[in-house]
């Protein structure tokens, strides 16, 4: 009797320990989102005085509630008074197996576009009005420069390429 209870579990052991080594656990699988993660905390902050005196643009970036897409706000401060232009969403689509993004201006105009990361590199492509107020083809370059620095560089599509149209360095602080 003690044979047939011991070879049983000696067995079980022994399936245990080979099935376990071939059902290793998979680490988990990147989020698309992790490319923009960076981005999240603190108050970017660039100096935007050749735009109007003393002005500068405030971003927050943070995560949705439910860590699926990551929220942004952008202020622009001047000495008259905070204008809170922008506020929108960077997200995965699964339709389209892209990040993409949206915002909503303080006129109630939506603007939708497609984001690809390149390294250090993100891309930010939508039509939009540009500085003479006529519809166009627009992208924005962030250029990672470290943890807590980056270059946004707004361009326009032109015939002959891209054209530049404004740059600015963001600096990240703390949130106050």
Do not use: C
């Not at 922008?86 to 892209?98: I, L, R, V």
């Not at 939009?128 to 707004?154: C, H, I, N, Q």
């Amino acid at each position: 009797m003690r044979k047939t209870i011991v070879l049983p579990a000696v067995l079980a052991l022994a399936a245990v320990g080979v099935f376990g080594q071939q059902s290793t656990p998979k680490p988990p699988a990147a989020k698309p989102m992790a490319a923009l993660e960076w981005l999240v905390g603190g108050v970017w902050t660039a100096d935007a005085a050749k735009m109007a005196p003393g002005m500068r643009i405030e971003t927050r970036y943070t995560w949705a509630d439910n860590g699926a897409y990551i929220r942004f706000t952008t202020h622009f401060v001047s000495p008259q008074g905070t204008l809170k232009n922008y506020d929108g969403q960077f997200f995965w689509n699964p339709e389209q197996s892209s990040l993409v993004m949206w915002y909503m201006d303080a006129q109630n105009h939506i603007t939708q576009g497609t984001i690809t990361v390149d390294g250090n590199v993100t891309q930010f492509t939508f039509r939009a009005p540009d500085f003479e107020g006529k519809m166009a083809d627009l992208r924005v370059l962030v250029a990672k420069k470290s943890k807590d620095d980056y270059t946004w560089t707004l361009e326009e599509k032109q015939p002959a390429g891209w054209g530049p149209l404004a740059s600015l360095e963001y600096v990240r602080t703390a949130e106050k």
